[in-house]
């Protein structure tokens, strides 16, 4: 194991982000702080409580998933699409390191980022409503393996992206509308039967049930379910991303 | 000891079926300065990326230092440094992060005695703190220079480093190279400037549409297939070559002033004591004669037209 080299990716990254403090941390804060403002306070005044908790409680599990899967996939997936763009990546592909190296440093570096930001969005939440946090470790354990499998997805789009508009369409079109349709703002109990069972076919819903679950002991679906379906997730990515470095893909020529 | 490189039977073939490199074996010994000289779009570029792990190879073996470059691409990755051919750099870096960054990505803890070495030795360590993008042409391919070499590799791969480079640099750079050798280290470089080949290097490889037209010792090639040039200047010039001395392909220059007759200096009978003797009989006098040797880009130029015909 190439530990210098990972360390070097991962710092490399990390520090990228203490260039772009502002878009990377404050400008996320200032979005969550604004969703508070307008569902929290507009909506909050018309529903009062779900499931025995107030809206403006109940919707902080999902608000800090939305920036959780933007943010990582945005971060992962410019992480190395940058340096494929600007042809910097003849360095890391000439490097002694593995898949295993790579994703350790970029995808890391990526995790640790949201995982950062997810906590600073708790804490400003906690300036708006009372928030509960009932299963500490669970909640925890949700916020890294989500960071880390929609870091690896953000990967998985850096590679495949060539162009600017690719990297933006699929946090823009698909993961940006998932989120915000997987129970996000509401309980998918809300919803007529038939959207129910439209809705538990997207696998954000499985994430932020499992996620509000470890704050209020309230979830759409099995924790176990959310857990396995979060695991299979970050596996699925793990197995595609050694396929791309084995054949290749979009990487070497 | 095996050899440095060791390249058997190589093919690439990229996706839209252009086969950039037909069945190229060469082997590049440790400690020597090796240019790989070729036109645009021969496959220098393509052999050198396959080597360091860039291009995946569609057949053949490549062995560095006798290990495989797929099988133990650790080692043989580690033992290599790569300046290529474009301006790619970490833009928003600083040149003292980027070169550290590129030492770590190798596997080497840091050091930040051996990075002011090299930032020294290529005048950047004055400028360790400004960011790439503030950075000319020029220093931008130092910066790249100082990247390969962060790590101490056994192995530099130059890839047409002084491309729009100024004199200065060209010169550090020369300078560098010849401390490597010192040290053992193995220099391949491409460059369109055949004189900076004929200056510095070992042995000379010319590929041409992805085949090794000949890999031969730079004093030997040049002694082999180089050729003198003899001038003769008139005393009085000529329209035409005379009749009586077409048997020695002689051509006029410089507005008649001069014949310049092309010999061969490995022929056993260079022709020179005929010529002047057929000079006399004919008439023609001059007043000076002068002789003139291949370069080596004169010789890389009729070896890629002899191949191109």
Redesign the interface.
């Known amino acids: 194991m190439n530990l210098y080299a990972v360390r070097a990716i991962y710092a490399f990254e990390m520090a990228r982000t203490g260039r772009t403090l502002f878009q990377s941390i404050v400008s996320p804060v200032i979005s969550t702080s604004l969703y508070f403002i307008v569902f929290g306070a507009a909506i909050g005044s018309r529903i009062t409580e779900i499931d025995g908790v107030s809206y403006g409680s109940f919707i902080v599990p999902g608000l800090i998933m939305l920036s959780l899967l933007t943010e990582s996939v945005s971060n992962a997936s410019f992480g190395i699409y940058f340096p494929r763009f600007s042809g910097t990546i003849y360095e890391l592909l000439s490097a002694p390191v593995s898949w295993v190296e790579v994703l350790l440093g970029y995808v890391g570096a990526a995790a640790t980022k949201s995982i950062i930001l997810g906590s600073i969005i708790l804490a400003t939440a906690n300036l708006f409503v009372d928030v509960q946090v009932a299963h500490p470790l669970w909640m925890l354990m949700f916020l890294v393996l989500t960071a880390v499998s929609f870091s690896l997805f953000g990967f998985i789009l850096g590679v495949w992206a060539d162009g600017w508009e690719k990297l933006q369409i699929v946090p823009m079109l698909i993961i940006t509308p998932l989120t915000f349709l997987g129970g996000s703002f509401y309980s998918i109990d809300m919803l007529p039967p038939f959207w129910q069972t439209v809705t538990l076919f997207n696998p954000v819903v499985y994430l932020v049930s499992g996620f509000r679950w470890s704050f209020y002991e309230n979830a759409d679906v099995s924790v176990a379910v959310s857990f396995g379906m979060t695991v299979v997730f970050l596996l699925a990515c793990l197995f595609f991303i050694r396929w791309i470095f084995a054949s290749g893909y979009r990487l070497r020529s | 000891m095996h050899p440095a490189i060791s390249v058997s039977h190589l093919e690439k073939t990229?996706?839209g079926g252009f086969r950039a490199l037909k069945d190229v074996s060469l082997s590049i010994e440790h400690g020597e300065i090796f240019a790989l000289l070729g036109p645009n779009g021969a496959g220098k570029t393509t052999l050198i990326?396959i080597v360091?792990?860039?291009?995946?190879a569609s057949g053949g073996e490549v062995r560095v230092d006798g290990h495989d470059i797929r099988r133990d691409?650790?080692?043989?990755?580690?033992l290599?440094g790569?300046v290529?051919q474009?301006l790619?750099?970490?833009?928003?870096?600083s040149v003292l992060?980027t070169v550290?960054?590129?030492?770590?990505?190798?596997?080497?803890?840091r050091d930040d005695a051996h990075v002011e070495k090299v930032l020294r030795s290529l005048t950047l360590w004055e400028k360790r703190d400004a960011r790439i993008m503030t950075l000319s042409g020029g220093m931008k391919r130092r910066v790249l220079i100082a990247?390969a070499l962060a790590h101490e590799p056994r192995i530099l791969f130059l890839d047409e480093p002084t491309a729009g480079v100024d004199v200065e640099l060209r010169k550090d750079m020369w300078q560098i190279v010849r401390a490597l050798k010192e040290t053992g280290v193995t220099v391949i470089l491409t460059t369109h400037y055949i004189e900076e080949a004929e200056q510095m290097a070992d042995r000379v490889g010319v590929i041409n549409h992805g085949q090794i037209v000949l890999v031969q010792e730079k004093r030997r090639l040049m002694r082999e297939l180089g050729k003198r040039e003899l001038r003769v200047h008139l005393q009085e010039p000529l329209d035409a070559v005379p009749d009586s001395l077409a048997q020695h392909a002689l051509q006029l220059a410089a507005d008649g002033q001069e014949l310049v007759y092309t010999y061969d200096t490995q022929a056993e009978r260079t022709g020179i004591t005929s010529l002047l003797a057929d000079l006399g009989t004919a008439g023609v006098r001059f007043n000076d004669l002068t002789t003139r040797e291949s370069s080596l880009e004169e010789i890389f130029v009729d070896l890629v037209r002899k191949k191109a015909v």
């Open positions: 990229y996706a990326n360091c792990g860039i291009v995946n691409f650790r080692k043989t990755r580690s290599i790569l290529p474009e790619a750099t970490d833009t928003f870096e992060a550290r960054f590129s030492r770590g990505l190798f596997g080497k803890p990247k």
